[in-house]
């Protein structure tokens, strides 16, 4: 199951940085590699040998980078360290794949300042937009939030009431709802356009794109939370043999955005089309200085937070505003925090197993690192030692191939601990009030040694 959502994650991943940077070898909308030139040095010699030399060392990048995926499928027994190659192999794809596409712009734009390609006005984008910054008028009120924020809140409140262990899941409807409300408050400040010399032309694109941008992030917020309502049902779920049903959430987690901004952007874009196609006074700004390796923009003249891309769909920050470097450098320590502090967690658990004791003062005590647990001999409702677990789903743990390790709801048990080595029995059931906990060694003949002494501690 692993194994499938990781080689999932990775083709989608692969094939997005393959659709953003192919394109860049073809001259459209002004540009070629994120350098904007005049239509007549499209066909120049030398930018053909640019565009021939990107293709082939692009062609080179893809097909190492998607046989790089294969050896992920060799470690499907090994789970940390299969998550840990995914997380190298991100990495790694994400710059690698650039590398092409950053010596064309490097090579565009040199040829650009050689032969004086320039394009345009830069003053353009502060004289011909003076109302059209201002203008919000028609983008989803922000008081619309209040919707999402109470499905969030709501769906918290309930896992509290419930005395569930899903309150990680449920806090993330919250943490989404605010960062849809975050990103739309920053996209009304993104940084007018100017398509054409006509200005009445301006007012209605820029107005049309940030109405579009307002109701996307409010419509995404609001069906996030209803996947976190999904995910916490299905947590809750004691039915088991429910892989199915995880992929399927999962997929719709990763489709449903990237379907989403890819439809309101076709929709801007078929927009811009249309109009500019009619007015037939089209602009181009040249301020490529401002864009370093044609995809970071930092214009210290600029006050706007966030920029349209040249490549891809969407916004980017100016890294030269104060909170374009904060998002900038707390998107690289935050992912930087949850990469390492993941891996850490996932090796540990490689190297550790659990281990259960009883103390002198009649206790079980089960030490594993985030699931230690302890309880009286006396509250033991049920000692036996079985061959197999219920099927069920995780609320708040570790689920490999090899080993379940913390808390899980399962069909007929209900709540449970498990501290086990999967397909490896037998198993120790302890039924507790309210709970019921599985434990074994890796040695089977060590967990009939450690029931055998659970039983004369507790008569």
Known sequence: MLTIILMLISVICYSVILGMYKPQAAYKNGMLFAVKLPEAAAGHEELKQVQASFNKQFLYAS??????????????????FQVIY??????????????????????????????????????????????AQ??????????????????????????????????GVTACGIFLTALFFLVSLYMRKTRAKVYSMNTEINLVLNQAKRRAL??????????????VFLIFMLVN?????????????????????????YAVYRKIQALERDMLEHDGKTVYTDDDEYWVNGFTYHNPHDKSVFVPKR????????????????????????????????????????????????????KVEIHYPMYSFDFSLAD????????????????????????ARGHFRLKEAGKARLYVFKNNPPY????????????????????KKLFESLQQAGQ
Do not use: C
Request: no cysteine; hydrophobic share 50%.
């Open 63 to 80: 097909l190492w980078m998607g046989g790089a995926l294969v050896p992920m499928l060799f470690l499907h027994d090994l789970s940390a």
């Open 86 to 131: 995914f997380f190298v192999w991100s990495a790694v794809l994400s710059v690698v794949m650039a590398m092409p596409f950053r010596k064309a712009f490097a090579r565009t734009l040199a040829l650009k300042r050689e032969h004086e390609w320039f394009v345009g006005d830069k003053r353009v984008v502060l004289t011909d937009l003076r109302v």
């Open 134 to 167: 201002h203008k919000n008028a028609r983008s989803a009120p922000l008081w619309l939030f209040i919707f999402p924020f109470a499905m969030s809140i709501g769906l918290l409140l309930w896992s509290f009431r419930q005395d569930d262990q899903s309150y």
């Open 214 to 227: 307002s109701y996307l992030w409010l419509w995404m917020a609001v069906a996030e939370n209803v996947h």
């Open 237 to 261: 779920n004691e039915t088991g043999n429910m892989e199915g049903a995880w992929l399927a959430v999962i997929v719709l987690f990763a489709a449903i955005p990237v379907g989403a901004i």
């Open 311 to 362: 490549i891809g769909m969407g916004g980017t920050v100016n890294t030269a505003t104060v909170p374009g470097k904060i998002i900038k450098w707390g998107s690289f320590g935050l992912i930087a925090a949850v990469v390492v502090g993941v891996s850490f967690m996932l090796i540990r658990s490689e190297l550790t197993s659990p281990s259960l004791a009883v103390t002198q003062d009649d």
């Open 380 to 403: 033991i409702k049920e000692l036996t030692l079985v061959d197999a677990i219920p099927g069920g789903t995780k609320t708040n743990g570790e689920a490999t191939n090899q080993y």
């Open 428 to 447: 120790i059931r302890i039924k507790l009030e309210g709970v019921t906990i599985y434990y074994n060694e890796k040695d089977s003949q060590q967990t």
